[in-house]
Protein backbone atom coordinates (compact mmCIF):
# COMPACT_ATOMS: atom_id res chain seq x y z
CA UNK A 1 0.00 0.00 0.00
CA UNK A 2 1.49 3.37 -0.95
CA UNK A 3 0.90 6.51 0.92
CA UNK A 4 -0.33 9.02 -0.18
CA UNK A 5 0.45 12.85 -0.66
CA UNK A 6 -1.96 14.08 2.32
CA UNK A 7 -0.83 11.09 4.77
CA UNK A 8 2.70 11.99 4.87
CA UNK A 9 4.66 14.63 7.17
CA UNK A 10 6.71 17.01 5.23
CA UNK A 11 8.87 18.57 7.11
CA UNK A 12 11.62 21.16 6.09
CA UNK A 13 14.94 19.76 6.69
CA UNK A 14 15.84 23.23 7.66
CA UNK A 15 13.50 23.63 10.64
CA UNK A 16 15.03 19.93 11.53
CA UNK A 17 18.49 21.40 11.74
CA UNK A 18 17.39 24.17 13.64
CA UNK A 19 15.29 22.62 16.15
CA UNK A 20 18.52 20.16 16.95
CA UNK A 21 20.96 23.05 17.22
CA UNK A 22 18.33 24.88 19.38
CA UNK A 23 17.76 22.10 21.40
CA UNK A 24 21.48 21.03 22.19
CA UNK A 25 22.20 24.75 22.79
CA UNK A 26 20.16 25.35 25.45
CA UNK A 27 20.77 21.52 27.02
CA UNK A 28 24.56 21.77 27.03
CA UNK A 29 24.91 24.21 29.45
CA UNK A 30 22.79 22.78 31.93
CA UNK A 31 24.04 19.07 31.35
CA UNK A 32 27.32 20.59 31.92
CA UNK A 33 26.16 22.40 35.61
CA UNK A 34 24.85 19.36 36.73
CA UNK A 35 27.84 17.29 36.02
CA UNK A 36 29.95 19.73 37.85
CA UNK A 37 27.27 20.24 40.83
CA UNK A 38 28.86 18.61 43.94
CA UNK A 39 25.43 17.36 45.19
CA UNK A 40 25.16 15.12 41.66
CA UNK A 41 28.33 13.38 42.32
CA UNK A 42 26.62 11.48 45.01
CA UNK A 43 24.22 9.86 42.54
CA UNK A 44 24.74 6.69 40.65
CA UNK A 45 25.92 7.11 37.13
CA UNK A 46 23.22 4.31 36.31
CA UNK A 47 21.01 7.07 37.92
CA UNK A 48 22.06 9.97 36.09
CA UNK A 49 21.86 7.66 32.68
CA UNK A 50 18.38 7.07 33.41
CA UNK A 51 17.49 10.73 34.15
CA UNK A 52 19.19 11.25 30.45
CA UNK A 53 17.26 8.66 28.71
CA UNK A 54 14.22 10.19 30.62
CA UNK A 55 15.04 13.52 29.72
CA UNK A 56 15.08 12.49 25.67
CA UNK A 57 12.11 10.43 25.94
CA UNK A 58 10.46 13.84 26.93
CA UNK A 59 11.89 15.51 24.38
CA UNK A 60 10.58 13.26 21.78
CA UNK A 61 7.69 12.99 22.76
CA UNK A 62 7.26 17.08 23.01
CA UNK A 63 8.77 17.21 19.47
CA UNK A 64 6.53 14.85 18.09
CA UNK A 65 3.50 16.33 19.67
CA UNK A 66 4.30 19.82 18.31
CA UNK A 67 4.60 18.47 15.03
CA UNK A 68 1.32 16.86 15.29
CA UNK A 69 -0.56 20.07 16.19
CA UNK A 70 1.31 22.08 13.38
CA UNK A 71 0.43 19.80 10.97
CA UNK A 72 -3.28 19.17 12.36
CA UNK A 73 -3.76 22.91 12.26
CA UNK A 74 -1.40 23.11 8.61
CA UNK A 75 -4.37 21.04 6.85
CA UNK A 76 -7.12 22.82 8.05
Known amino acids: MQP ?3 STIRI ?3 AV ?3 IVFLLFFGFAPFMNVL ?3 RS ?3 RSLDMVRLIAVGVCWGIAFVAFMVLIRT ?3 KS
Do not use: M
Open 4 to 6: TGE
Open 12 to 14: KRR
Open 17 to 19: IAL
Open 36 to 38: GDP
Open 41 to 43: QGI
Open 72 to 74: KFR
